[in-house]
């Protein structure tokens, strides 16, 4: 956000590309939201699509958060509990089980998992790194739309 008014203050109007990072800017406290117009940034989520799932997510976190739209962050942080609760679920996991077999049981059962998730389809490797496809978008008219549409 800082860059985006330093650049507005001097007339420097490239085309600023961000990352994840950049989710939430546009309900900053005391930012100016103009000052993003046309900034294209890649996130896994946007709190403005229309699918049915995220609609509901959004309403929900709504409701709960007196208001407040949720950003990627949420929606990544949704997503990694219904992720462990799936992985758990498939793996056997309860109360009685220790939590040092539940690591191991967890390890092996990520690295076979599929979870569509509100941030993407997802997959993890061996190794624990997870696989999704990043989303492109444009901030325009102050919400955040769909990159190349």
């Keep these: 956000s800082v860059i985006l008014k330093q650049a507005a203050d001097i007339d420097y109007a490239p085309i600023f590309f961000g990352v994840d990072g950049m989710d939430g800017i546009l309900e900053m406290e005391g930012f100016d939201a103009a000052l993003a117009e046309g900034v294209i940034l890649l996130t896994p989520f946007s709190a403005f699509s229309t699918d049915e799932r ?49 690591c191991e049981l967890l390890i092996a059962q990520f690295a076979e998992l599929h979870y569509e998730g509100l941030t993407g389809d997802m997959t993890w490797t061996s190794d624990g790194k997870v696989s999704k496809l990043p989303n492109a978008y444009v901030i325009k008219d102050g919400a955040y739309a769909p990159f190349g549409e």
């Design 54 to 102: 995220t609609v509901d997510f959004v309403a929900k976190y709504q409701e709960v958060a007196g208001g407040d739209t949720p950003n990627q962050f949420a929606a990544d942080a949704y997503d990694a509990v219904y992720a462990l609760y799936n992985a758990s679920l498939a793996a056997g996991i309860n109360g009685d089980t220790s939590p040092e077999d539940a």
